[in-house]
C-alpha cells in the first residue's frame, strides 16, 4: 500500500471517530446535549420548595384554642386525649380570654373551640377579630380535596410515602397522618403550592396538603 494511501485511511478513521465523539455530546438533530443547567427534578420536590408566601389579608382557623401559662396556640388537625388537652399548632398573638364563654380551666391550661381571624406572617396569628365560639359559628364548609372517593394506593406504599415526608419536612409541617387511602399532610398555609408539588411527585389522589388556615379576604 502506498504511503499517500495509508495516510488518506488514516485521516478518515481519525475524522470516523471525531463525528462519533462529536455525536456523544449533541442530541439528535444536531441539539447540543443537556447540561448541568438544567432542571433538578429533586429541587422541586416537597421539602426542597419553600413554603408558600403567607397571604396578603386575612385568615380564618378553625379549631380547639389551647392557653398554657399565657402562650395560646390555634391547635392543628390532631389533639391528643389528655386532661388538659394537648397538641401543636400556630401560636397566637394578642389573644385573651376576657368576654370569651366556652372555655375550660385545669392547673395553668386553658381551652375551648373557637373560629379566629387574624394576619399570618408564616410563623405567628396576629387576632384581628374577636373569636367567635365554634358552637355559634357557621361556617362554609370547605371543599372536600379527596371528593368523597377513597384513595387507591396501598398501605404499605402510603406508610413509606408519609415516612420520607416526615424525614424531609420536619416542622414546616404541623403533622401527618393516614386516612381514607391518602397521606394527609397538615400545614398552617398551603396556596396550593405545595400541594402542586405533592401532586408533580407522587400523582394525584396519594398526598393531600391540607391548610390550616384559609385566606378570607
Known amino acids: ?6 495516510r488518506l485511511l488514516l485521516t478518515s478513521s481519525a475524522l470516523a471517530g471525531l463525528l462519533l465523539a462529536t455525536g456523544c455530546t449533541s442530541a439528535p438533530g444536531g441539539s447540543p446535549a443537556p447540561t448541568s443547567s438544567a432542571a433538578d427534578p429533586a429541587a422541586e420536590r416537597l421539602g426542597a420548595i419553600a413554603p408558600a408566601a403567607p397571604p396578603e389579608g386575612r385568615v380564618l382557623g378553625v379549631n380547639m384554642v389551647i392557653d398554657v401559662a399565657g402562650d395560646a396556640k390555634l391547635c392543628d388537625g390532631q389533639i391528643m386525649e389528655s386532661y388538659p388537652p394537648q397538641c401543636d399548632g400556630i401560636p397566637l398573638d394578642d389573644w385573651t380570654w376576657e368576654g370569651l364563654d ?13 373560629a379566629v381571624y387574624g394576619i399570618y406572617d408564616g410563623e405567628r396569628l396576629a387576632l384581628t377579630d374577636e373569636p367567635i365560639m365554634m358552637a355559634l359559628f357557621d361556617p362554609i364548609a370547605p371543599e372536600d380535596p379527596t371528593g368523597g372517593v377513597e384513595g387507591k394506593t396501598s398501605e404499605a406504599d402510603l406508610t413509606r410515602i408519609q415516612d420520607d415526608l416526615a424525614a424531609r419536612l420536619g416542622t414546616d409541617a404541623l403533622g401527618f397522618s393516614i386516612r381514607e387511602g391518602y397521606v394527609w399532610v397538615d400545614v398552617a398555609w398551603d396556596d396550593g403550592t405545595w400541594q402542586q408539588a405533592a401532586d408533580k411527585e407522587f400523582g394525584d ?4 396538603v391540607a391548610s390550616q388556615l384559609r385566606e378570607v379576604d
Do not use: A, C, K
Request: hydrophobic share 25%; aromatic share 8%.
Open 1 to 6: 500500500m502506498s504511503t499517500l494511501r495509508r
Open 205 to 208: 389522589g396519594v398526598v393531600i
Open 102 to 114: 366556652g372555655s375550660e380551666t385545669s392547673g395553668d391550661t386553658r381551652w375551648g373551640s373557637y
